[in-house]
C-alpha cells in the first residue's frame, strides 16, 4: 500500500471528469466529447453480460458473439478517427460481483498535433468482489507536437482481479516522424480495498523537450514506443519468474518485470515499436493462462 500523501498536489481523484478540458476556452462545436460507460454483471447461470451499455460522441462499443460460457470481450470505437487538441475522452467501465470480461480497442488510438489545447482521456475503471478485469486496448501513437492529458482511476476490490495494458508509440516511425516536440502527462492510480496500492506518472517534454526526455539514456535512451502492464491478485507472484525468462527471450526490446505486495509490473521500452507490440502480445498471452488476444490485435 502507498500512503496518499505520495500523491502530487495534480492529481485529480474524485474530481469532474473532463472539467479542465471544458475550461480549456476550445469551442464545443470543433471538440469531440466522447463518453462511454460499460457495466457487466452476472446473468442467471453464472455467466457474465454486459447490462449497462452508454455511448455519446465518438465513441461506440460493439461486442462479437462468442461461444456459450465465454466471457464478454467489448470492442471500443472511435468513429472520429483520432484525437486533436482540446478533445475529451471519458471512459467509465464497471465489473460487478464475479464478472470476468475484456474491453480492447478496434485499431491504435491517434492523437494528432495541437497549437496549444491538450487532448484529455480520463479513464475510470472499478471492479467488485471476485470479479476478473481485463483492459487491454491497442497502442496510442503520439503525432509530433500532440499534447495529451491521460488520467486513468483503478478501484478494486481487495479479491477482484485486474490484468491491465497501455502502450504507446512516439510519432509515426513509418514516415520517419518523431514525438520531438509534444507533452504529454500519463497517470495512472490504482486503489485496492479503498487504499491505494499503485502510483504511476510518466511526464514528458514540460521542462524538457519530449525527444530529448525519450533520447536521454537514462530515459528513454532512443525510444520509439513503451509499454506497460499491471497484473493484480495475490497470486500473482508465482508468474514473476515465468514471465522474466520470456522478457529474456524478446528480440530488440528491453524488457522487465518486478513484483510487490500483490502488484505484478511489465515494463517495456523499444526503438521499433513492432517489437514492443509483440512483447506485450507474448506476455498478455501468458497471462492470460494461453487464451489468445482479441481478434482486432491480430488484424
Given at each position: 500500500m502507498i500512503p496518499d500523501a505520495v500523491l502530487d498536489e495534480a492529481d485529480v481523484a474524485g474530481a469532474p471528469v473532463g472539467?479542465?478540458?471544458?475550461?480549456?476556452?476550445?469551442?464545443?462545436?470543433?471538440?469531440?466529447?466522447?463518453?462511454?460507460?460499460?457495466?457487466?454483471?452476472?446473468?442467471?447461470?453464472?455467466?457474465?453480460?454486459?447490462?449497462?451499455?452508454?455511448?455519446?460522441?465518438?465513441?461506440?462499443?460493439?461486442?462479437?458473439?462468442?461461444?456459450?460460457?465465454?466471457?464478454?470481450?467489448?470492442?471500443?470505437?472511435n468513429t472520429s478517427g483520432g484525437l486533436c487538441g482540446g478533445d475529451v475522452l471519458e471512459q467509465v467501465v464497471e465489473w460487478g460481483n464475479g464478472t470476468q470480461g475484456l474491453v480492447t480497442t478496434q485499431a491504435a488510438e491517434k492523437v494528432y498535433g495541437s497549437q496549444g489545447h491538450e487532448t484529455r482521456i480520463e479513464t475510470r475503471i472499478s471492479a467488485a468482489g471476485g470479479a476478473r478485469a481485463h483492459w487491454l486496448p491497442q497502442e496510442t501513437i503520439l503525432f509530433d507536437k500532440a499534447r495529451l492529458h491521460r488520467d486513468t482511476h483503478i478501484d478494486l476490490a481487495s479479491d477482484a482481479r485486474?490484468?491491465?495494458?497501455?502502450?504507446?508509440?512516439?510519432?509515426?516511425?513509418?514516415?520517419?516522424?518523431?514525438?520531438?516536440?509534444?507533452?504529454?502527462?500519463?497517470?495512472?492510480?490504482?486503489?485496492?480495498?479503498?487504499?491505494?496500492?499503485?502510483?504511476?506518472?510518466?511526464?514528458?517534454?514540460?521542462?524538457?523537450?519530449?525527444?530529448?526526455?525519450?533520447?536521454?539514456?537514462?530515459?528513454?535512451?532512443?525510444?520509439?514506443?513503451?509499454?506497460?502492464?499491471?497484473?493484480?491478485?495475490?497470486?500473482?507472484?508465482?508468474?514473476?519468474?515465468?514471465?522474466?525468462?520470456?522478457l529474456a527471450t524478446l528480440n530488440g526490446a528491453h524488457a522487465s518485470a518486478s513484483f510487490w505486495r500483490g502488484l505484478l509490473s511489465v515494463r517495456l521500452l523499444a526503438r521499433d515499436p513492432e517489437r514492443v507490440r509483440t512483447g506485450m502480445a507474448r506476455a498478455l498471452e501468458y497471462l492470460m493462462g494461453g487464451a489468445a488476444l482479441p481478434r482486432v490485435w491480430r488484424c
Open positions: 472539467k479542465a478540458a471544458r475550461d480549456a476556452g476550445v469551442p464545443a462545436w470543433l471538440r469531440n466529447q466522447g463518453k462511454l460507460h460499460l457495466r457487466f454483471a452476472r446473468a442467471e447461470g453464472g455467466d457474465t453480460r454486459l447490462v449497462g451499455r452508454g455511448e455519446g460522441g465518438c465513441l461506440r462499443v460493439r461486442v462479437p458473439r462468442g461461444g456459450r460460457g465465454d466471457p464478454p470481450e467489448a470492442i471500443v470505437v485486474l490484468l491491465w495494458a497501455e502502450s504507446l508509440v512516439f510519432g509515426r516511425v513509418a514516415r520517419g516522424e518523431r514525438f520531438a516536440t509534444g507533452t504529454l502527462r500519463d497517470r495512472v492510480r490504482i486503489r485496492r480495498g479503498g487504499k491505494l496500492w499503485h502510483a504511476d506518472v510518466l511526464d514528458l517534454g514540460r521542462g524538457l523537450s519530449s525527444g530529448a526526455a525519450l533520447a536521454a539514456p537514462a530515459l528513454g535512451n532512443g525510444a520509439q514506443a513503451s509499454g506497460m502492464i499491471l497484473v493484480v491478485h495475490d497470486e500473482c507472484a508465482a508468474q514473476l519468474a515465468p514471465l522474466r525468462e520470456l
